[in-house]
């Protein structure tokens, strides 16, 4: 199926630093969508993109819509304890109605 | 409150057992779906439904049925499970035309000897 190459795979970093993770494809999608999954939980929507060059901003996050539709990056400004988990980026194509397809997921480590 | 059910949260069964996995959700949603997560794999799409009665594979459904007789529900179905079959599932929803902004279930862990 469709893969979404999603880096970096993790990152441990130190609180209050900033962090930023990036999702590309071969192809394009019409939506890209940004996930946060906590331990033993299921993955809670961050953020959602729809037009190419968005930025949007949720909190300390900020997420951007590639401008080649191949590609969507996501911020997080002072990083907090409670920022730990896996991140995960997903993408949409009106075309393919139903399907969704997920990146691997980026792990993230947070040392106090 | 908002939430998309699954039960069990933990199976453990032996191969060729047939199980069903509930999933219901209580916010009216057309569209619902089943993944499976595996370490290093990220979410992986089994099923989904558009609506009732309505419902497609996604990229790896060998081995899995699904059924949507009603809106809120939509149980994932092992007819033999086997030990490559364990795994993490989450059931999702989403209120849009399509996999956009899903709700996902707390999971089902599940694991087949």
């Known amino acids: 199926g469709q893969q979404l190459n999603q880096s970096p795979q993790s990152m441990f970093i130190q609180e209050g630093e900033d962090v930023s993770m990036n999702c590309t494809s071969s192809?394009?999608?019409?939506?890209w969508l940004w996930y946060k999954q906590d331990p033993g939980e299921g993955p809670v929507l961050l953020i959602a993109?729809?037009?190419?060059?968005e930025l949007t901003s949720n909190g300390r996050l900020t997420a951007q819509f590639g401008i080649t539709r191949k590609d969507s990056f996501l911020n997080i400004s002072a990083s907090i304890p409670s920022d730990v988990g896996i991140y995960f980026c997903?993408?949409?194509?009106?075309?393919?109605?139903?399907?969704?397809?997920f990146g691997d997921g980026t792990t993230l480590t947070v040392k106090p | 409150e908002a939430q998309v059910t699954q039960n069990p949260r933990y199976l453990i069964t032996v191969t060729g057992k047939k199980l069903t996995v509930t999933c219901s959700q209580n916010?009216?949603?057309?569209?619902m779906s089943w993944y499976r997560q595996d370490p290093g794999l990220g979410l992986r799409q089994i099923y989904y439904?558009?609506?009732?009665?309505?419902?497609d594979k996604g990229d790896v459904p060998e081995g899995y049925k699904v059924s949507r007789k009603e809106k809120r529900n939509f149980p994932l179905i092992l007819e033999s499970p086997s030990p490559n079959q364990t795994s993490l599932y989450f059931c999702?929803?989403?209120?849009?035309?399509?996999?956009?902004?899903?709700?996902f279930g707390p999971g089902t862990r599940l694991t087949v000897t």
């Open positions: 999702a929803s989403s209120s849009g035309v399509g996999p956009r902004e899903q709700y």
């Open positions: 192809s394009i999608f019409n939506t």
């Open positions: 993109l729809y037009k190419a060059g």
């Open positions: 997903a993408g949409h194509k009106t075309a393919n109605a139903g399907k969704s397809t």
């Open positions: 916010m009216n949603h057309e569209y």
């Open positions: 439904s558009m609506n009732v009665e309505v419902t």
